[in-house]
């Protein structure tokens, strides 16, 4: 059985835009949404204690981190610790003087507070530090993405095959032949 010519270049168009949609789907890099919780410099005169609460609205991961800035000296300060807690139980900690940073896993939903604690050393009295708390989400939905894509692969292929770039309008436009009856 013999395909007519219109069909096999009709099928021949559609396989290509669809190909070209398989190496789209496959090439995409998986998105991603870090967000900055917090991120402040502050100084340290004598003690300091520094609290800071989140809800996420979706589970992923959190990651603070501590760094003595050494100013005035680079023993200024005498400790500088983290520690997260939800409102029953302490999640994660860490003494930044020894370990820069830690990562804990967040759930929806649930409120989380951070506490950074520093002392200055009794003889400069003064200490300076940095602290971040960055947020990355588990999973980006993206089906609402996905869906807009297969579309615009569709419509484009529709408009090859159909419109006004298919081989049929250029060969009628071209010979002075109109599509319409």
Known sequence: ????????????RVAAVAAVGLLALV???????DMVLTQQTNMVIGSLSEDFGFTPQSAGTVV???????????????SLNFVATTTSSVI??????????????????VSYFAHVLGNANPDLNTGLFSYTLAFTPSAVPLSASLVLLILG?????????????????????????????
């Open 1 to 12: 059985m013999r395909i007519p010519k219109i069909l096999h270049s009709l099928i021949t």
């Open 27 to 33: 090439g995409a890099p998986r998105a991603e949404a």
């Open 64 to 78: 603070a981190t501590l760094t003595p800035l050494n100013w005035p000296s680079s023993d200024a300060l005498s």
């Open 92 to 109: 994660a900690s860490f003494s930044a003087l020894n370990t820069p940073s830690v990562s804990f896993d967040v759930t929806p939903g």
């Open 153 to 181: 692969i569709l419509t484009v292929g529709a408009a090859c095959v159909f419109g006004p770039f298919s081989r049929e309008s250029h060969a009628a436009g071209s010979s002075g032949q109109s599509l319409t009856a």
